[in-house]
């Protein structure tokens, strides 16, 4: 079955410093590879995604390169605020489980003054 | 466009009750997923429902069901209340089945005392 390995956390940062989040999957057909986030009391954000292999999603500052030789979506930030503290999520869908994603553990940053 | 609402965003019962939580999709999405999140287990799948059919299924005992109404809006329902059973509800929806971008809802909090 699908699975999604996320980075063990949680992350300290200091602002501005520069944010890796590291995430691999397993998966049957072609899956879609996708970040969200959620802020403490809230739902799951979408952050960005990316759908075939080599394509490159961002939003915010967010980047995350869909890299199928290395199964790896990993999520990279330049600078870092304070407001980016938060839960980030990498997950996946795929053609052959239509309506379900699969998520990795959750990668808790912090980022202080 | 108004995303995914849940009601109530909050809910409080006692083990052996039953509970009822509610989902509107983005307005003139189709499918609707569930999801369980728990600090221990992460964010499990629950149930996708399209056409008011449920289409996949997670891996839950029978206590938990749903259902989707014509106009799209789901229920899920738990019976017999476990204290395992506390957690967040997230309801997702997706334009169409097989759509590989799934929008989430704020949640409900659900404990069980």
């Known amino acids: 079955g699908n699975s999604v390995t996320q980075m063990e956390g949680p992350v300290t940062l200091s602002e501005e410093a520069f944010l890796t989040i590291n995430c691999t999957y397993t998966a049957t057909g072609y899956p879609s590879l996708f970040w969200y986030v959620q802020y403490p009391g809230e739902g799951l954000q979408l952050l960005l995604k990316a759908t075939k292999a080599d394509d490159k999603g961002s939003n915010k500052g967010f980047e995350a390169t869909y890299r199928k030789e290395t199964t790896s979506f990993h999520l990279e930030k330049g600078s870092v605020q304070v407001s980016d503290s938060a839960v980030y999520f990498c997950?996946?869908?795929?053609?052959?489980?239509?309506?379900?994603?699969?998520f990795g553990d959750g990668t808790t940053l912090t980022v202080k003054p | 466009k108004a995303g995914v609402t849940q009601t109530p965003r909050y809910l409080i019962k006692t083990r052996g009750q039953q509970v009822t939580l509610s989902c509107s999709p983005i307005s003139g999405h189709r499918s609707v997923s569930w999801y369980q999140q728990t600090p221990g287990q992460g964010l499990q799948f629950l149930f996708e429902?399209?056409?008011?059919?449920?289409?996949n299924k997670g891996n839950f005992p029978g206590r938990f069901s749903g259902r989707q109404f014509s106009n799209s809006r789901s229920e899920m329902n738990v019976s017999t209340l476990e204290l395992g059973d506390s957690a967040l509800y997230l309801c997702?929806?997706?334009?169409?089945?097989?759509?590989?971008?799934?929008?989430f809802g704020p949640g409900t909090r659900l404990t069980v005392l």
């Open positions: 997950a996946l869908t795929d053609n052959t489980n239509a309506g379900k994603s699969t």
């Open positions: 997702a929806s997706s334009l169409v089945r097989g759509e590989d971008t799934q929008y």
């Open positions: 429902y399209f056409s008011e059919t449920q289409r």
